[in-house]
């Protein structure tokens, strides 16, 4: 096996090593609220998560391309492979930090700033695709605000409709709706969050020289579906805690607003091919819930310790992807 498959190798198993984390750091979100009502037992909640992730990752592709093009050319990037390794490496680490923290950090923002430094590191500032890498980042950072807005507008809907109900059977019924839109929350962050890995596989085939175009190869989408899947069987109860109980006490009929809240406005990217942040858009979602539903009642001092750590995200990673790229760099 001659170095340039070696690298492509190793990149392939620290991208499903990332979708894997990824699993049991981000789907945890989409599970988070129907675990904490008792819609669903933690095994049930996660079965259901993994099924429906692996079904939603390999329906939609367009992201991965996204991913695979728009903040760089794989075409005409110098050390490519080293670049996507180093990015990958940067990612990891801070996915599992954060996650041991208990912090919900997007995954997103992680892969996108690791692969922004190292690129900036390996070839310059140029080199980085000024229009696709500001439309990405308009895509995460407008879409929680999009998120915690519908959230909030949902769920003061429900509460007209609703006003003069009785509290416990009411609570009752949406538990049971909540089965049905943790399933479609599930599959919606399936169809974001899993072609990511996607498309930095595929740019590292078309870097190597093994694949002619910025399509999808279906075993990558396949292998990433399945180590996504897998990861979710594992479960993110550290992630579970804070999503599902810290931000605010979490009822049924909360819960089945927040899940139709992160399920549209992720699908909605989705098919506008926008990498978006799960982990922010079903968080805010919650708190735009919990605000309309009542203020006080919202552990504002969680939310304010996640949007510190969201801003910080693409800092520290594209310094992280950029130092380890150097470091990369000097060996390989």
């Not at 894997?20 to 669903?40: M, R, Y």
């Not at 080293?82 to 990015?87: P, R």
């Not at 169809?191 to 190869?217: E, F, R, W």
């Not at 098919?271 to 203020?295: D, E, K, N």
Request: charged share 10%.
């Amino acid at each position: 096996m001659d170095f340039l498959t070696v690298i492509i190798v190793l990149i392939v198993i620290f991208a499903l090593l990332f979708d894997f984390i990824n699993g049991f750091h981000d789907t945890a979100n989409a599970i988070a609220t129907s675990v904490s009502t008792k819609a669903l037992t933690p095994r049930r909640a996660i079965i259901l998560a993994a099924v429906m992730n692996f079904v939603g990752a390999l329906t939609f592709t367009g992201v991965a391309q996204t991913i695979t093009s728009g903040i760089t050319d794989p075409f005409e990037l110098d050390n490519g492979l080293v670049v996507i390794l180093a990015a990958l490496i940067a990612a990891i680490i801070w996915n599992l930090v954060t996650w041991y923290a208990g912090i919900p950090s997007s995954s997103s923002h992680a892969i996108i700033g690791a692969i922004t430094g190292a690129v900036i590191v390996s070839a310059g500032v140029h080199a980085i695709h000024f229009q696709g890498f500001l439309s990405i980042l308009e895509g995460l950072l407008s879409s929680p605000v999009i998120a915690f807005i519908i959230g909030y507008i949902i769920y003061s809907i429900i509460k007209v409709i609703f006003k003069n109900s009785n509290l416990a059977k009411t609570n009752k019924r949406f538990r049971l709706v909540q089965i049905l839109t943790a399933s479609v929350q599930s599959f919606a962050h399936g169809t974001n969050d899993a072609q990511k890995s996607m498309g930095i596989i595929t740019m590292a085939l078309i870097v190597g020289g093994m694949h002619p175009t910025t399509d999808i190869p279906f075993w990558v989408q396949a292998s990433c579906a399945t180590a996504m899947a897998l990861g979710t069987s594992v479960g993110g109860w550290r992630i579970i805690k804070t999503v599902g109980g810290k931000i605010m006490k979490i009822r049924p009929v909360n819960g089945v607003a927040a899940d139709l809240t992160g399920a549209g406005v992720i699908f909605g990217a989705t098919l506008i091919h926008l990498p978006v942040s799960t982990t922010h858009v079903i968080s805010s979602g919650i708190l735009g819930v919990g605000a309309s539903h009542r203020p006080k009642g919202v552990n504002w001092g969680v939310a304010k310790r996640m949007v510190v750590t969201w801003v910080i995200t693409l800092p520290i990673t594209a310094a992280l992807g950029g130092a380890i790229y150097y470091i990369l760099d000097l060996f390989i």
